[in-house]
C-alpha cells in the first residue's frame, strides 16, 4: 500500500464570507500625511559641496578653516567633520540649533562664491504604510498584538525579495493577486488518475482539483469539493501587496514556486519526497532541473498515525543540507505531532496553529517536537458541534477559486488549519533569508523560536517556542542599534564615560559587535577609548599616540564580545591623558 498525504487545512464554509467590518483596521504604523511629511528633527549637520578646483573642494585643512571662518561670521560653533564619498563637506553646527541658526549659516556658505550648494543633512525615515489591499484589515493573523505574528513592523527591513518558496500542495489556480510573484514549478503526481490530467508528471503545476464523490477514496470516504488548497497556502505567503486589491502576503515579495503533489484522494509518499528534493535543487531522474531552486519549502499535508519514513526524511534531510528550510504543518488530529508525517521528521519546523485569542486551535496537533506555533484560525468552539462555523470571522484569509470541481472565477475565502499556520512560518522564514541571506536553515529555526512570544491563550500538550513574532525575529537577524547621543566634555587630564542600556535581545553580544564612536576633539593622539562590558570586562579600542595630532576620533571599531551577556550597561570610557586640548564625546553607538 502506498502511503498517501492530505491538505490540513479545511474552509470555514462554502456560503458564508467575511463581513467587512469583521476585523478593526490596524493602526498605522504612518498616515499617508506621515508620507509625505515625516517627523521634524532638529538639523545637526550641513553638507557643504565647493565648486571644484578651489581649495576647499580638494583640501580636509582648508575645508576645516573654511567651517570656521563661516562659525565666526554666524556666531555659531561650527566645525569640519569629513568628506562624504561624492567630495562633499560634512559642517557640524555643534549641537542642537534653532530653524534660524540653520537658515543663517546656509545663507553664508551660498553667499561664498566657491560654494556649488549646501543642504542641511536631513533625516530619512521608513515608509512602511498599512497596505492598501481592500481586505487587509480581515488578516488579523498578521497585526492584532493578541493572536497576530507582528508582520507590518517587519516590512520596514525586508519584504522576501530574492527569495523563493515552494509550495508542495495541491498546485496553483489562477489569480491575479498573485500572478506576478509566480515562478515555473511542476506537476510531480505521477498516477494519470490522481493527477486528473492523462499524463503523469509535466511542468504545469495546475491544480486540476481535488473534488471526489462518496467512496471514491474508500468505502467510508465522503464526496468533497475541491480545495485550491496550494492557493490559498501560496496566499498567506506572498500574495501580492499595494496592489489595491484583494490580500497581503506576509512576505509579499517573495517567489511562489507550486509544485503540485495531491491531487484525487491526496498525494503518495514517493511523489512528495521528489518535489522535495526537486524543489531545493536536487536531482530527480526524469525531470528536468530546477533553475530557480527554492530556499523555503512549504508542506501543508500529512499522513495521521505515521512514523517519519526514511524516504521523507532523506529527502528533507539533503534539501536542508542544500541550504532550504523546511516547514511543515503539525495536524489537524488534536493528537500529538509525534504520530503524524512528515512534521514528525527531523530538521524540520514543526508548526501548530492558534486562535486568534493566541491559544491553541482545539483541532491542532501539539507536543514536545513542536517548534513554534503561528495563526490557523477556529471558526467554532472545540465543544461545538463538529461541522458547525460560527465565526469565520476567525480563520485565515486569503486567495482561492469559485469553483467546486473545476477551476472557476478567483475569489478570497477564509479556512482555518495547521495548513494555515504553516505558511505563515515559511513567510517569516522568506523574510528572514532576504534580509540575511546567509542564514542557514537552523539558523533561520533558532531565531523563529528564540524570538517567538509566550501565548497569551491556552495551551496543552505542547506548543512549541510561542506564538512566532515576525518584527522581533527580523530585527534579531538584521541588528539592533542601541545610540547614545548626549553629550559628554572631556576635559585634560580627566576620565569621563557615556553609558548605554541594551535591553531586549537574548544571549550573549556578538563575535562581531559593532562601536560606532563620534568623538570631537582638537588632538585625538591624547585620547585613549575603552568599552566596558555589563560585567565590567575592559576592552581597548583606541590607545594614545603623541604623534597623532589629528582632529576628532570619528570610526567604527569591531569588537569580540560573544562572551559577554547582550544585556545590561555599555559603557564607553574616554581618558585625556595629556594637556592642551579638550573635546567631547559627541554620540557612540553598539550595533548588535
Not at 540653520?102 to 556649488?116: I, L, T
Not at 496537533?365 to 476567525?394: H, K, L, M, Q
Not at 486569503?398 to 495547521?418: A, D, H, I, R, W
Amino acid at each position: 500500500m502506498v502511503a498517501s498525504a492530505a491538505v490540513l487545512g479545511t474552509a470555514a464554509t462554502s456560503t458564508m464570507a467575511l463581513a467587512a467590518s469583521a476585523a478593526p483596521a490596524p493602526k498605522p504604523a504612518l498616515s499617508s500625511q506621515d508620507v509625505t511629511t515625516p517627523p521634524s528633527a532638529p538639523v545637526e549637520k550641513v553638507i557643504v559641496t565647493y565648486k571644484a578646483k578651489t581649495a576647499e573642494a580638494g583640501s580636509n585643512a582648508a575645508a576645516k578653516s573654511d567651517a570656521a571662518a563661516k562659525g565666526k561670521e554666524t556666531g555659531e560653533k561650527l566645525a569640519f567633520e569629513r568628506r562624504l564619498a561624492t567630495g562633499a563637506a560634512l559642517v557640524d553646527l555643534g549641537g542642537s540649533a534653532t530653524k534660524q541658526d540653520v537658515n543663517e549659516v546656509m545663507a553664508a556658505f551660498r553667499a561664498d562664491p566657491s560654494v556649488a550648494a549646501v543642504e542641511p543633512d536631513a533625516r530619512a525615515y521608513p515608509m512602511a504604510v498599512t497596505p492598501n489591499d481592500t481586505d487587509y484589515a480581515k488578516q488579523w493573523d498578521l497585526f492584532e498584538a493578541t493572536g497576530g505574528m507582528n508582520v507590518p513592523a517587519a516590512w520596514d527591513k525586508t519584504t522576501g525579495s530574492g527569495v523563493t518558496v515552494a509550495v508542495i500542495d495541491t498546485g496553483y489556480a489562477a489569480h491575479s493577486d498573485l500572478a506576478s510573484n509566480i515562478v515555473s514549478g511542476y506537476d510531480f503526481i505521477s498516477d494519470s488518475d490522481t493527477a486528473r490530467d492523462d499524463d503523469g508528471r509535466d511542468a504545469d503545476p495546475k491544480d486540476e482539483g481535488t473534488w471526489t464523490l462518496a467512496g471514491t477514496c474508500g468505502e467510508d470516504s465522503g464526496a468533497s469539493n475541491s480545495s485550491w488548497h496550494g492557493t490559498h497556502v501560496a496566499g498567506t505567503i506572498a500574495a501580492v501587496t499595494n496592489n489595491t486589491k484583494g490580500i497581503a502576503g506576509v512576505a509579499y515579495n517573495a517567489k511562489i514556486q507550486p509544485i503540485r503533489v495531491l491531487g484525487k484522494c491526496g498525494g503518495a509518499t514517493s511523489d512528495i519526497a521528489d518535489a522535495i528534493t526537486w524543489a531545493s535543487g536536487g536531482t530527480v531522474p526524469g525531470v528536468p532541473d530546477n533553475v530557480t531552486p527554492a530556499k523555503v519549502i512549504n508542506l501543508s499535508l500529512g499522513a495521521p498515525n505515521t512514523s517519519c519514513s526514511t524516504t521523507y526524511q532523506t529527502a528533507i534531510t539533503a534539501a536542508v543540507k542544500r541550504g532550504t528550510t523546511v516547514v511543515v504543518s503539525a495536524g489537524n488530529s488534536n493528537a500529538n505531532v509525534s504520530t503524524h508525517a512528515p512534521a514528525n521528521c527531523a530538521n524540520v519546523i514543526s508548526v501548530a496553529a492558534t486562535n486568534r485569542a493566541g491559544g491553541r486551535s482545539y483541532y491542532s496537533n501539539y507536543g514536545t517536537t513542536i517548534d513554534v506555533s503561528a495563526p490557523g484560525g477556529e471558526t467554532r468552539n472545540a465543544n461545538d458541534t463538529p461541522g458547525t462555523v460560527t465565526t469565520p470571522e476567525n480563520a485565515i484569509y486569503s486567495t482561492l477559486n469559485s469553483g467546486t470541481t473545476v477551476q472557476s472565477t478567483e475569489s478570497y475565502k477564509p479556512y482555518q488549519g495547521t495548513s494555515m499556520a504553516a505558511p505563515h512560518i515559511a513567510g517569516l522564514a522568506a523574510l528572514l533569508k532576504s534580509a540575511k541571506s546567509t542564514l542557514t536553515p537552523a539558523e533561520i529555526e533558532t531565531a523563529i523560536k528564540e524570538n517567538a512570544r509566550a501565548l497569551p491563550g491556552t495551551c496543552t500538550g505542547g506548543c512549541g517556542a510561542g506564538i512566532a513574532d515576525a518584527a522581533a525575529t527580523v530585527k534579531a537577524v538584521t541588528g539592533s542599534v542601541f545610540t547614545n547621543t548626549s553629550d559628554v566634555r572631556i576635559l585634560d587630564n580627566t576620565t569621563v564615560s557615556s553609558s548605554i542600556a541594551v535591553t531586549g535581545r537574548t544571549g550573549n553580544a556578538p563575535a562581531a559587535l559593532k562601536v560606532g564612536v563620534d568623538i570631537k576633539h582638537t588632538y585625538r593622539g591624547d585620547l585613549v577609548v575603552d568599552l566596558i562590558a555589563p560585567d565590567g570586562t575592559v576592552r581597548n579600542l583606541k590607545a594614545s599616540s603623541a604623534s597623532d595630532s589629528a582632529d576628532n576620533v570619528l570610526t567604527t571599531y569591531t569588537v569580540d564580545a560573544s562572551n559577554e551577556v547582550a544585556n545590561g550597561t555599555w559603557k564607553l570610557r574616554v581618558r585625556d591623558v595629556y594637556t592642551g586640548d579638550t573635546g567631547y564625546i559627541d554620540s557612540w553607538s553598539l550595533t548588535f
